[in-house]
């Protein structure tokens, strides 16, 4: 299995930055793809980015322009760099590690931004 540990939510306001980190442990050599979900109250989980293998990128519409998703392979850590955050960007935010038998998740970290 791979253990992934999140850190870098906090409260922040609207038209600033944060930094999210994954940090991934483990079997990590079965990992294809690591991604950043989020979910806001009352809603459902919604992809927000992921990376996979060969530096390939997907974003959601919503945070394009905005979030850059990267990685550091001699860390085992993704990154989520995210700009301009505007208040329905509320949510926890989830990493998540896709691979051959493998669907892992972190605990969550809670980005808020408000004034």
């Known amino acids: 299995q791979v253990q992934l540990v999140e850190s870098g939510g906090g409260l922040v306001q609207p038209g600033g930055s944060l930094r999210l980190s994954c940090a991934a442990s483990g079997s990590t050599n079965r990992v294809l793809r690591m991604g950043w979900y989020r979910q806001a109250p009352g809603k459902q989980r919604e992809l927000v980015a992921y990376?996979?293998?060969?530096?390939?990128?997907n974003y959601a519409d919503s945070v394009k322009g905005r979030f850059t998703i990267s990685r550091d392979n001699a860390r085992n850590t993704v990154y989520l760099q995210m700009n301009s955050l505007k208040p329905e960007d509320t949510a926890v935010y989830y990493c998540?590690?896709?691979?051959?038998?493998?669907?892992?998740w972190g605990q969550g970290t809670q980005v808020t931004v408000a004034s």
């Open positions: 990376i996979n293998s060969v530096d390939s990128t």
């Open positions: 998540n590690a896709k691979g051959t038998a493998l669907d892992s």
